[in-house]
């Protein structure tokens, strides 16, 4: 079955570092580009950030660009999200999202449960 | 940025209705148009992909239509189930854009 879990959210206060991560499982990890796709409370949709299958080429959103770091271990099927300089508009909950395909400009496949961060 | 704009915002439907979904985008993205269904609580799921392909296992009911700027998502005979929020979300240009949403709620 393919699967993400995520994990690492919580409550930070504003200024201060999350890392999140999401296990991938039931694919071959590396052959997908990965996404991370958030929603605050009662809101819509925001694509934060998406790295290439092999990890060289990473992308993101304007609203995060210079404070989070997308990355992925394929030897251990494993996508992080390093999250520094958090501000209170970044409390959502940040979902793993895999592409159709290795092209990161694609749709959002298969979508992880989710994992919350509230930055107060 | 390509700005992706839903329409209605929110909608009351009875089962069995037929519901149709807008979605129009700032300019063309030609058939790079997905469409979501997300429930409370739940991550979004799948539905179509390349405006009119449905991913597989979502149930014929559902359809998409449209190329260039507008687009619709439509549920025919709308079951318990379909009560969600569904999301457009254009994958043309980075970055990739969602609509705003579309609650689907029970009359």
């Known amino acids: 079955e393919v699967q993400l879990l995520e994990s690492g959210g919580g409550l930070v206060q504003p200024g201060g570092s999350l890392r999140l991560s999401c296990a991938a499982s039931g694919f071959s990890f590396s052959s997908y580009a990965m996404n991370w796709v958030r929603q605050a409370p009662g809101k819509g949709l925001d694509w934060v950030s998406a790295i290439s299958g092999g990890g060289s080429s990473t992308y993101y959103a304007d609203s995060v660009k210079g404070r989070f770091t997308i990355s992925r271990d394929n030897s251990k099927n494993t996508l992080y999200l390093q999250m520094n300089s958090l501000r209170a508009e970044d409390t959502a909950v940040y979902y793993c999202?895999?592409?159709?395909?290795?092209?990161?400009?694609?749709?959002?496949?298969?979508w992880g449960q989710g994992t919350m961060v509230t930055v107060s | 940025d390509i700005q992706m704009t839903q329409s209605p915002s929110s909608l009351s439907a009875t089962v069995g209705d037929r519901v149709t979904i807008t979605c129009r985008a700032s300019?063309?993205?030609?058939?790079?148009l997905n469409w979501y269904q997300q429930k409370p609580g739940k991550a979004p799921k799948f539905l179509i992909y390349a405006a009119s392909t449905l991913q597989s296992g979502v149930p014929s009911r559902f359809s998409g239509s449209g190329s260039g700027t507008d687009f619709t998502l439509t549920i025919t005979s709308l079951q318990p189930e379909d009560f969600a929020t569904y999301y457009c979300q254009q994958s043309y240009s980075p970055p990739l854009t969602f609509g705003g949403g579309t609650k689907v709620e029970i009359k």
């Open positions: 300019q063309s993205i030609s058939s790079y």
């Open positions: 999202v895999r592409s159709t395909s290795g092209n990161y400009i694609d749709a959002f496949h298969i």
